[in-house]
Structures are given as C-alpha cells and as structure tokens.
C-alpha cells in the first residue's frame, strides 16, 4: 500500500516555477540595469553648482512610508550625498499628494529622510500631486532656480519624468541629471513588476501624451 507523500511530477513542478521566478527577477534587473546605463548619458552634477533632487511619490494607505516609498527616498538621499561629494549643493524636494491615504506621500518621504535617513540639508515639499505629469507640473516652480534637476524613482519612472519635464518645461530639459537609482539586488522582487509597467507607460509617452499618468 503507498504512503502519503509528494505527489508525482512535484519536484519538476516546483524547479520549473523556480527557473521562471529566477528568470523574470533576472530579467528585472536588467531592464534597471539598462535604465541606469542609459541615464549615465546625462551630464553630471559639477562643484559649485545648486540642484534639486525630486523624489515622486508613490501611492501609501498608511501612515508609515511603503517599501516602494523608502526605496525611492534611499534614491533620492545617495543622490543628493553623491552630488555634494562631488562639490555641488542639492535640495530633496518630496513631490506627491495623499492619493491612497490620508496623509501626503511627500510628507511621509519627507518624515522618512529626515528621521530614517538622517538627512540634514535643504527640504521642500509638494503635498497636492497625484500623478507624475502633476509631480512635474507641480515642482516646476520650486526646481526653476537651480542649475541641475534629478528625479528620484525607479530608473523607468525616473526616465517618463524627465520626458514630461522636457515637454512641459523644454527650456529645463539641459539641467536634467541621472539620479543614483540602481543597485544589484536592491528590491529586486519589485523589479520585474516596475519594468513591465514602465516599459508600457514610456510607450505610451512616446505615442500618446496622457497628462494623468
């Protein structure tokens, strides 16, 4: 009489779910990898100079910055440590509205870089916006003074800021910097995730200007 146990055909179930988890993070990774490759293009920060580094919101229920939300203020903070290092001066400004909660995404990126993060230079904040054309839109004001602009995100959002920057603002489209938004292995779970919706939505920006994306 056979015994209860593992039913046939598991094991290869379970290895080819594992060859498709690996393939799609792997495939996650590079498309950022890529991203980032491409920003690099982008002029430098240089000593002297002032910049602003946006870091946009994402959507957050709570009253606790999401993953997503403390990934992209780590981007926003290296950036701005890595542009004094190299002798520039740079402002975070946090950009996004309450659009899940109650509370403003930029305020909780702000309480996040401040408290978390241990960031002690210049902060501004634009608490109204709820999509990345009204992140742009929004700051343009506050990022017209400085002499290099650099959007803090994953490197796909990153890339349709700039490109909404350049057709909202073209006069502002040369003081575009890359941010330092790509490290190996940092939330590589939401990579794969993040490069399929980025991906489409930067066809789209190609294609058709949609102002509420």
């Not at 002499?147 to 909404?164: E, M, P, T, V």
Request: glycine residues 10%.
């Amino acid at each position: 009489m056979r015994g209860r146990g593992v039913p046939r055909g598991t094991s290869a179930t379970v290895a080819t779910v594992g060859v498709v988890v690996a393939a799609a993070l792997t495939w996650g990774e590079w498309v950022h990898q890529s991203a980032a490759r491409a920003a690099r293009q982008l002029p430098q920060p240089r000593a002297g100079t002032r910049g602003a580094v946006v870091v946009l919101g994402f959507g957050n229920r709570s009253n606790r910055p999401n993953a997503v939300n403390r990934w992209r203020a780590r981007i926003a903070v290296r950036t701005a440590e890595r542009a004094e290092l190299a002798g520039a001066t740079a402002t975070i400004i946090c950009s996004g509205g309450a659009v899940r909660g109650s509370t403003p995404e930029a305020v909780l990126l702000r309480q996040y870089i401040v408290d978390r993060l241990h960031w002690r230079g210049e902060m501004l904040v634009e608490p109204h916006s709820s999509s990345t054309w009204e992140n742009v839109r929004n700051v343009l004001p506050l990022v017209e003074e400085y002499d290099w602009i650099a959007f803090a995100s994953n490197g796909l959002h990153a890339a349709k800021a700039r490109l909404y920057l350049a057709r909202q603002r073209p006069n502002l489209g040369g003081r575009l910097v890359a941010a330092d938004d790509y490290r190996l292995g940092e939330m590589t779970w939401m990579k794969p995730l993040f490069a399929v919706v980025g991906l489409m939505k930067l066809r789209s920006v190609f294609h058709v200007e949609r102002p509420g994306c």
